[in-house]
């Protein structure tokens, strides 16, 4: 068991370079504005910057197309790993990249191209990464080693916010204007490691060449498990939702709706992400003792339960009432990852896998972007239970899908998982 895990948090290290460098924009938005779009408005030129990092999300289904049928035609950890390496020689691209009063119009451009780099590649990594795990004989448990791989991603914004929070504090005011390139820079580290340590292009998920498909493996996913497809889709977007919800938004209903400082908010804020870090590999564990559906079914329940009560607590003036309600959330956050992720490459066949998994989880998240957006619109309508209003509606959502979960495959699941633990 620790040589399997040992492995998986090896193969897992590109996850960390992915969201280490993916989730650096945004942590430094106004240093990057100042560079590439200058302007007499601040606000105009952090729209821009905002406008290129959106850019990247939109991205992440095309690769998820790309990096998937690499994933079915050529091999799971060939299209894994050339995403990794796609997503940190972009990051290092940025680092040396001169700004708008050097080379002028062309700065932003490349800029942009360097986004969708980025946001190509890491439309392709987890969803290659989740089939690898879940078609490896080694990963018995399948929910809790996925729920690990799926905790290594939530370190690289650890490190992520790490790292620049320590580059600012010493970097002197001299070079303040460069403090920002720093980070990026250290991405070359992590590639080097990704490089030494990543495993060769096994053979054992690649199809044997006289059963190699003809019939493109996206088309075959399109017209034989779009209710897959369309399952996964939703799931992994509210799902991804109430994560983006609690790891980001949250900061700015405390800071602006509760009156929280914003280290306070930030604190609270990364509390919650250590917290997913240890509570998802053991909701997936729970899954894979008491099954997927049934899981599913039960935390979705909790969710609707005890949402309220830990919203309300929010409200609260009580700091130590506010934590308990962040642990709360956390928690139900956690679950609903802990047993849904696992399903989005489970209910495709193996020939399609790395396909279908890509695609859906990579339009899932995409569409999970906007969710700040609608939770401040909501939260702007009803100060006091708007963020309750768009967190229940995304819980609906979730149940409604449940329904339409293809009973077929889920029994086929729940029969693989039962013999996996008896072999065990």
Same mark, same amino acid.
């Given at each position: 068991?620790?040589?399997?895990?040992?492995?998986?948090?090896?193969?897992?290290?590109?996850?960390?370079?992915?969201?280490?460098?993916?989730?650096?924009?945004?942590?430094?938005?106004?240093?990057?504005?100042?560079?590439?779009?200058?302007?007499?408005?601040?606000?105009?030129?952090?729209?821009?910057?905002?406008?290129?990092?959106?850019?990247?999300?939109?991205?992440?289904?095309?690769?998820?197309?790309?990096?998937?049928?690499?994933?079915?035609?050529?091999?799971?950890?060939?299209?894994?790993?050339?995403?990794?390496?796609?997503?940190?020689?972009?990051?290092?691209?940025?680092?040396?990249?001169?700004?708008?009063?050097?080379?002028?119009?062309?700065?932003?451009?490349?800029?942009?191209?360097?986004?969708?780099?980025?946001?190509?590649?890491?439309?392709?990594?987890?969803?290659?990464?989740?089939?690898?795990?879940?078609?490896?004989?080694?990963?018995?448990?399948?929910?809790?080693?996925?729920?690990?791989?799926?905790?290594? &991603?939530?370190?690289?914004? #650890?490190?992520?916010?790490? @790292?620049?929070?320590?580059?600012?504090? *010493?970097?002197?005011? =001299?070079? $303040?204007?460069?403090?920002?390139?720093?980070?990026?820079?250290?991405?070359?580290?992590?590639?080097?490691?990704?490089?030494?340590?990543?495993?060769?292009?096994?053979?054992?998920?690649?199809?044997?060449?006289?059963?190699?498909?003809?019939?493109?493996?996206?088309?075959?996913?399109?017209?034989?498990?779009?209710?897959?497809?369309?399952?996964?889709?939703?799931?992994?977007?509210?799902?991804a939702s109430l994560f983006y919800i609690l790891?980001?938004?949250?900061?700015?209903?405390?800071?602006?709706?509760?009156?929280?400082?914003?280290?306070?908010?930030?604190?609270?804020?990364?509390?919650?992400?250590?917290?997913?870090?240890?509570?998802?590999?053991?909701?997936?564990?729970?899954?894979?003792?008491?099954?997927?559906?049934? &899981?599913?079914?039960?935390? #979705?329940?909790?969710?609707? @339960?005890?949402?309220?009560?830990?919203? *309300?607590?929010?409200? =609260?003036? $009580?700091?130590?009432?506010?934590?308990?309600?962040?642990?709360?959330?956390?928690?139900?956050?956690?679950?609903?990852?802990?047993?849904?992720?696992?399903?989005?490459?489970?209910?495709?066949?193996?020939?399609?896998?790395?396909?279908?998994?890509?695609?859906?989880?990579?339009?899932?998240?995409?569409?999970?972007?906007?969710?700040?957006?609608?939770?401040?619109?909501?939260?702007?309508?009803?100060?006091?239970?708007?963020?309750?209003?768009?967190?229940?509606?995304?819980?609906?959502?979730?149940?409604i899908t449940t329904f339409y979960l293809p009973?077929?495959?889920?029994?086929?699941?729940?029969?693989?998982?039962?013999?996996?633990?008896?072999?065990?």
């Open positions: 068991m620790f040589y399997q895990t040992l492995r998986l948090l090896k193969i897992s290290l590109g996850n960390v370079i992915e969201w280490y460098d993916f989730s650096l924009y945004g942590y430094f938005a106004v240093a990057i504005a100042a560079t590439f779009f200058p302007s007499s408005s601040p606000f105009i030129s952090l729209l821009a910057t905002f406008a290129v990092f959106g850019a990247g999300f939109l991205a992440r289904p095309v690769g998820a197309f790309v990096f998937g049928h690499l994933g079915d035609k050529v091999g799971r950890h060939y299209a894994m790993n050339l995403s990794i390496a796609m997503m940190g020689l972009a990051t290092v691209g940025m680092a040396f990249l001169p700004g708008v009063s050097t080379i002028g119009i062309m700065a932003p451009v490349l800029l942009v191209l360097l986004r969708m780099i980025q946001g190509l590649s890491a439309g392709g990594q987890f969803g290659n990464l989740l089939t690898i795990t879940t078609e490896d004989d080694d990963y018995r448990l399948k929910g809790l080693n996925i729920g690990i791989a799926y905790s290594v &991603s939530v370190i690289g914004f #650890l490190l992520a916010a790490f @790292v620049s929070v320590t580059v600012v504090k *010493l970097i002197p005011d =001299s070079l $303040s204007e460069y403090a920002w390139r720093i980070p990026f820079l250290i991405s070359a580290v992590l590639l080097i490691a990704q490089i030494f340590l990543k495993e060769k292009d096994v053979d054992q998920d690649i199809v044997d060449s006289k059963d190699k498909m003809k019939v493109s493996p996206i088309k075959i996913v399109f017209t034989k498990h779009r209710r897959s497809l369309f399952c996964v889709i939703i799931l992994s977007a509210v799902a790891a980001t938004y949250l900061v700015t209903y405390m800071t602006q709706h509760i009156g929280l400082s914003q280290a306070t908010a930030l604190g609270i804020n990364s509390l919650a992400l250590s917290l997913i870090c240890i509570m998802v590999p053991l909701s997936g564990l729970l899954s894979d003792y008491w099954g997927r559906k049934r &899981s599913l079914n039960a935390c #979705l329940i909790s969710m609707i @339960v005890l949402s309220v009560p830990a919203m *309300l607590l929010f409200n =609260s003036a $009580s700091y130590v009432l506010i934590i308990v309600a962040t642990v709360l959330i956390t928690a139900l956050v956690s679950l609903l990852q802990g047993v849904a992720t696992p399903l989005y490459s489970e209910l495709f066949p193996k020939d399609v896998r790395a396909s279908g998994c890509s695609i859906a989880y990579g339009i899932g998240v995409s569409i999970s972007g906007f969710a700040p957006m609608f939770a401040d619109v909501f939260v702007n309508m009803s100060p006091s239970y708007g963020l309750i209003y768009f967190i229940y509606a995304l819980i609906i959502v979730g149940v009973s077929n495959k889920v029994r086929h699941i729940e029969y693989l998982r039962v013999r996996s633990l008896l072999v065990a």
